[in-house]
């Protein structure tokens, strides 16, 4: 122990000395979400006036830091992974960059094709045995950890120590800096009614003793909600949510009948409440493993009866998923949507569920549509949808045809758009 303290002490500096290792035109690999490690961000855009041309990749950012904002990228230039609420304005600019990618591919593409200069992360203390946890986001973080040239730690006593293939040793950081921000939340909203009905329909279909993965949002939270009289569920999911503590406590989620972990709650990132990172940390149920193994369809596939459930902005009547633009325009990513609809579909019994509202816009738009819009990205191919469900029900579409599949898509759009769906499908053929 006091060998790994005379060497972390002998690493420690204050933030702005530790981004000073960062040089222009270097490319930086931040972790995503609440990994992110803000005070070294802040002393960074400190440093805005000497820097030019320096990369900043990363998935989802969170909080609002400086150099999101027009006029920091000559110097400090942001390139999504997954586009989140702070970053879309950028994208949609055209002066923040996107790499378009499936989210299990992600550590390696960032192998492949990023000479990773600098990554900067927030970890948990260390240990007795000289290891932080990366905690909140293993996903790509513990791989890039690996590969690049200076690891830059900002240790924080708030930051979960997470168990499973999360940690990294003193011996392979290059400087370390200390905070105790709070980490950033994302608390559960209130369901609404059209969620909730979803919820139900979905739930209906999930039996006990699946594997279930759930995506972020509304929806997603609704489908927890809906479980609490199920039995014997496993968790295997990019995300860890609030809703999985909720399942946890109310003996729902016990993992037993899990073919691979049993027992354990596998995830690659999580992103809640303050509740949730009490209940990961130094949680022996909880095992935290890099995306490249989470996401890929050949390990959920090994999952017996793996359920996904992930949300779509708009399903035209073929059963393609827009659902991370509104046209041509960049809203969020690809992320694991994906990677799940494919793996679930290799499981045996496994089902997989696009959810979706009817409408938009108070009513006046239907997410229902004959075709996507212009420009619109597949984030999910028609190939790889099993189910599209509505507050108006549900439609099986894995194995049916192109006129079985319009016929059950107009029977859960909104009833104020049907008739105009079917006249959409008599010309297009497809009815």
Request: charged content about 20%; aromatic content about 6%.
């Amino acid at each position: 122990m006091q060998k790994w303290q005379a060497e972390y002490q002998k690493k420690l500096v204050n933030p702005g000395e530790a981004v000073k290792l960062i040089e222009s035109g270097q490319t930086i690999v931040l972790p995503l979400g609440a990994g992110e490690p803000s005070v070294l961000l802040a002393a960074l855009v400190r440093r805005k006036d000497e820097l030019e041309g320096v990369t900043l990749h990363q998935m989802l950012p969170i909080r609002s830091h400086a150099y999101l904002q027009p006029g920091m990228e000559k110097s400090i230039r942001h390139n999504s992974w997954f586009t989140s609420g702070v970053s879309r304005g950028m994208v949609q600019q055209g002066i923040a960059d996107v790499t378009p990618n499936y989210f299990f591919d992600a550590p390696r593409l960032m192998a492949e094709y990023l000479d990773v200069d600098v990554l900067m992360a927030t970890v948990s203390p260390m240990d007795e045995h000289g290891f932080f946890s990366f905690g909140l986001s293993i996903d790509y973080t513990s791989s890039v950890a690996q590969r690049a040239k200076a690891v830059i730690l900002e240790v924080n006593p708030n930051m979960p120590r997470t168990l499973g293939d999360s940690f990294i040793h003193i011996s392979q950081v290059t400087l370390i800096a200390e905070s105790d921000i709070s980490l950033p939340e994302l608390k559960p909203l209130p369901i609404s009614d059209t969620e909730l009905a979803i919820g139900r329909y979905i739930a209906d279909l999930i039996e006990d003793g699946s594997t279930v993965q759930l995506g972020i949002g509304g929806i997603p939270n609704a489908v927890a909600h809906c479980l609490h009289d199920k039995a014997d569920l496993g968790i295997h999911s990019e995300m860890l949510t609030d809703g999985m503590v909720d399942l946890v406590e109310k003996g729902v989620v016990t993992g037993r009948r899990k073919s691979m972990h049993p027992r354990k709650i596998i995830g690659s990132f999580a992103f809640g409440s303050e509740r949730l990172y009490r209940f990961l940390d130094n949680n022996p149920m909880v095992e935290m493993h890099p995306v490249s193994y989470t996401n890929d369809p050949l390990i959920i596939g090994q999952q017996y009866k793996a359920v996904s459930v992930n949300a779509a902005m708009e399903v035209d009547l073929i059963g393609q998923c827009a659902s991370e633009s509104i046209g041509p325009i960049q809203f969020s990513g690809t992320g694991g949507q994906a990677d799940f609809a494919r793996g679930v579909l290799r499981s045996e019994g496994g089902k997989g569920f696009i959810a979706i509202a009817s409408t938009a816009k108070k009513g006046t738009v239907s997410k229902i549509v004959p075709m996507l819009q212009q420009g619109a990205i597949v984030t999910t191919s028609k190939n790889d949808v099993d189910h599209v469900v509505t507050e108006y029900g549900v439609a099986k579409l894995r194995g049916k045809t192109i006129r079985q599949r319009a016929e059950a898509m107009i029977a859960i759009a909104h009833p104020d758009f049907r008739d105009q769906l079917r006249e959409a499908a008599h010309k297009l053929n497809f009815v």
